[in-house]
Every structure is written in C-alpha cells, then in structure tokens.
C-alpha cells in the first residue's frame, strides 16, 4: 500500500486543474468529479501509475479500466470507431456514456489498464472540472469510480476522503455531482451490447441506433474465463449492512431506503431516507450512493428498499441495488 501519502484537497478552478495535471505527469493518483461519479485518475499511457491505482483501490487486477479523453480525436487514437460507435460517439459524447471498441494499433494505453484485453473502454465524461483537467493534462486518464474496491462509488469529495485518504495525492473538490450512477457501458461488437446499464438510459441509445441493444449474458463474469465487464462482479457495490430488495413493509429495527411514498410502518424504522418523495428516477439516482452510505452507518440490521420501477434510470438503478443485496459472506 502506497500508505503514508498526505492526501491535498484543493477547491475546484484553475490552480487544482494544474495541480492535478502535475500530478497525474509525475505518476501521481487525482480524484476528480465527473457527472456520473468521482473518478480516482492516473496516466492511462503509465504502467506504474496505474499499479499504485490498482494497489489504492484494492481492485482486484483483472478489472479493466476506463480511459477518459476531451476530444473525439483522442478517443479515435486510441479505440477502432466504426458507424455504430461513430452514432453513438455524436449523439452523446460528452455524457455518461462509455463505448467499449478494439483497440487501435499504435494505442497508447498500457496493457494493464486494459487487463490485456484487445478492446478498451472509452469515455468523454461532460463535468466541466474533468474537462478542464483532460485538456490540461493532455492525455487519457483511466478513472475508476473512487472508492475502495467493493463500496459503494462516491458522489462528494468526503466520500472519496472517507475511503482514499492517505492513498492518494489529490482529491479536487467540485461539489456533489450530478448523474450519481456510473456510465453506461455499449460495447461495440458485431450486435452494440449494453455490458452495464447506467446513467444514459437503455431506451435513448437504442432510439438514436434504431435497434435494440442486446443483453450482456447476466453475470458472466461470474463464470471462469475473461469477463465481458469485469466491474459488474456480482458484489460490487455492497454496503457492509445486509440489504433487502422490493420491501412492502418494514420489520423492527430494519432501515428504510423509500421510493415515492413510504411503506406503511416507515415510522417504525431505525432511519429512513427517500430517494426521491415524488417518485423521480433522476433524483433517485443521484441520491443512490449516498444515501446507501448514510444508512449503511446506521449499522441497522437490515437496509430494506423499497421497489423502483424499471425503466429509464431505474434500470441502471436497480442493478446497483441487486449488487448491494448478494451477500458479502
Ligand atoms: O461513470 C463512470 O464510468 C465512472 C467515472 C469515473 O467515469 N468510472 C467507472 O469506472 O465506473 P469503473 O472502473 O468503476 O468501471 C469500469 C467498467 C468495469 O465494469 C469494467 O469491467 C468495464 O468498465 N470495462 C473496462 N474495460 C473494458 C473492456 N475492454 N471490455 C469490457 N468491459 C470493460
Ligand atoms: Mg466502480
């Protein structure tokens, strides 16, 4: 472990955007804000680099990472775009959108980051900090989100204190971010395959290629061989407490994460917190992660979670949540 760093935080602006860029060029680890979620930033085309974020996170080393770049001329440097990621790139780069593409020949991004794979994953993410600190530095930055491998991915610069500080540089503070859910992942095959569901609704990006995407086999990863989207390790996003999905009533002492109006008894909970009081998936979402963490301190007995329909966000939604519920041994 990389321990005894003093981990600055600086406001985001001009002097954190150079201070980051500095830093990731000397091989340095900045957490940054995008609009999906805080990214934990390295030098994508440094192997070194990348360990140390690999060692920081705890994350297990066969999970690839995704590379983040300002322009679509930077991504085509270093992914294959044929017409259907073309489409894709213009109708929502930038956004909370990751393509996963081969990779081209002279792509300089090391071999770890991609975990050996012949493809690599690309985003543009549209933050204004995370722009400003792309151009700056002026080549691509893999950003996982910026926990600890296997918590809950963090919306605020506290989150990322909470489980970063002493492991990493630089924390640049931008406030909470907006989507609150990691990217949407479309990997760019013979069929566009939605590899993880996300912050760019399933339904937007199948309207823009007027076709459905197929379905990634669920949880392949969990089967031996390379995984088609590593991150997606059935416990990925637990919390320590145990979580109940689709509760329609409240037992004694059990925490209520709500959607819409509370179950009957909610007064009876240990806590509760709404993700959304009028039934809104885009407030739900970005209230995801933090509210999983605030009721995870609880230390209740059980979180129980109300059900959240299916659709637009709610899809990308309840995946986090499914992986929050496997148990944790
Ligand atoms: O919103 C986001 O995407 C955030 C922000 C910081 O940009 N980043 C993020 O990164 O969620 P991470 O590392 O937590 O998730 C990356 C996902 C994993 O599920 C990984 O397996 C998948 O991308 N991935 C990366 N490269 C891949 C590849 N070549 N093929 C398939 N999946 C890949
Ligand atoms: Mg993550």
Redesign the pocket.
Known sequence: MNVGLTTEILPAGEAATEAAARTLAAGGLVAFP?E?????GADATNATAIALLYQAKG?PAF????S?VSDLAAAQRIGCFDDTALKLAEAFWPG?L?L?LPKTGDCAVADLA??G?D???I?I?SHPV?RAILKSFGKPV?????NLSGHV?PTTAAHVKSDLDGLIDLIVDGGAVE?G???T?V?CFDAPML??P??LPREEIERVLDRKLVQAPPDA?SDSGQ??????LAS?YAPRTRVRLDATSIEPGEALLAFGSPVAGADMAAAVMNLSARSNLTEAASNLFGYLRALDARQARTIAVMPIPHHGLGEAINDRLRRAAVGRE
């Open positions: 995008t999906t979620v805080y990214g934990l994350r999970n690839p990472l995704i983040h909370p990751t996963v991609t975990a794979l493809t690599i994953a985003r993410p995370a893999v950003a996982p989100s910026a991915s989507v859910v990691e990217s992942i990997g590899l993880r996300g912050g990863e995984p088609l989207a590593p991150g997606m990925h």
